[in-house]
């Protein structure tokens, strides 16, 4: 484990970094023990577990944040525990209290405060809580015992290019998740597919796939691991919830600023990727905890690229994103009651 004063919070980007302390808790025998605080580290699994074979596994992505005043923050976490829930109801696990779970978080957080990086240093002490299968299994069927694991890792930004805009590569060889599947849940699974596109489009020089609905190979979905907008028309489009793009709570977040904060109109459509590609659309940016706002620069298909406004942030997607961090880090006015302080 490194120290924390070892660590240069200014240059951090996405990659783990260990911490000092984890919350575990075991659920055998039909309920749930107590859950503690341990040091973070290794433990044994069967080869045998539900998630090493069959991927019965579920996480989160949450955030904790150091305000100006010296506070700790969480940006909506009970979000995260009823998403948390849905997943592990989907996954045929048992389901985590609450308020269980948001205490787990704040345990962790407390435990790590000495890695949440500095106010001034745009980084964050990113909160990872997990629940799998670890209980043997040889049959396809849910294993009867779990663990629930939260961990953290001080984090920058999750594109590298930052606050720039990223180059997105629109795939009609890929999709993410197809209906009736678990493309709304954050079930490990949906992840582990997505990395030989990345790593294809990365060699082609984009940063991430923009993923289009399974069916029609029509309607854009999301980006490998944040929700799409676009400005389109004067308004704020994002695709609809049809139960195969994850319902991000940061997108949640963005329609309700849109709209209260800039007085935007806001859709949830059905948005054609060709609409990218004509004048009306002005704008387009990504969303979620790790990307926070990603203002995306350009998208590419078939040897077709648009850029958007040469590269540079747009007008709405930088107010949305200044309003958005400024809530997070207690410097605008928290009117929406979404803050909680550790
Ligand atoms: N889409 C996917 C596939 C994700 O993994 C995430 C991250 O959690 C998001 C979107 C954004 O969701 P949120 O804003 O809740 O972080
Ligand atoms: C998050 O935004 O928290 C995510 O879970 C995305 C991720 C897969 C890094």
């Avoid at 200014?10 to 075991?26: A, H, K, P």
């Avoid at 977040?253 to 990727?273: F, M, P, Q, T, W």
């Avoid at 590609?277 to 706002?293: K, W």
């Amino acid at each position: 484990m490194i120290n924390p004063k070892d660590i240069d919070f200014y240059s951090l980007g996405f990659e783990f970094i260990e911490t000092r302390s984890m919350f575990v808790s075991n659920f055998k025998n039909g309920s749930w023990d107590e859950g503690k605080l341990m040091p973070f580290g290794k433990f044994e699994i069967s080869p045998a577990a539900c998630v090493l074979n069959y991927g019965q596994g579920i996480f989160e992505g949450m955030k904790a944040l150091r305000a100006k005043n010296g506070e700790i923050t969480l940006f909506r976490p009970e979000e995260n525990g009823k998403r948390f829930n849905k997943s592990a109801k989907r996954m045929l696990m048992p389901e985590y209290d609450l308020d269980k779970f948001i205490k787990g978080i704040k345990i962790v957080v407390k435990a790590n405060e000495d890695y949440i990086p500095p106010h001034d240093s745009g980084g964050a002490l990113y909160i990872r809580p997990m629940l799998f299968g670890n209980g043997p299994m040889l049959g396809v069927a849910p294993a009867k015992e779990f663990k629930l694991i939260i961990f953290t890792a001080p984090v920058g930004p999750y594109f590298p290019e930052g606050f720039k805009g990223i180059d997105l590569e629109i795939s009609k060889t890929y999709t993410r998740a197809a209906p009736g599947g678990t493309g709304s849940t954050k079930t490990i699974c949906n992840y582990a597919g997505t990395m030989l596109p990345a790593k294809e489009a990365k060699s082609r020089g984009f940063a991430q796939i923009l993923y289009l609905d399974a069916i029609n190979l029509e309607f854009i979905e999301e980006v490998g691991a944040a929700n799409f907008f676009g400005i389109i028309n004067g308004k704020l489009a994002t695709p609809r919830k049809t139960g195969t793009i994850l319902e991000g709570i940061t997108r949640e977040a963005v329609l309700e600023l849109a709209s209260k904060n800039l007085g935007l109109e806001v859709e949830e459509r059905d948005i054609s990727y060709r609409e990218l590609f004509e004048e009306s659309c002005s704008e387009v940016f990504c969303s979620g905890t790790a990307a926070v706002i990603t203002p995306i620069a350009s998208v590419s298909f078939d040897g077709k690229q648009r850029i958007f406004n040469n590269k540079k942030p747009g007008t709405i997607t930088t107010k949305l994103y200044e309003i958005l961090t400024g809530i997070q880090r207690l410097e605008i006015e928290d009117k929406f009651g979404w803050m909680v302080l550790v």
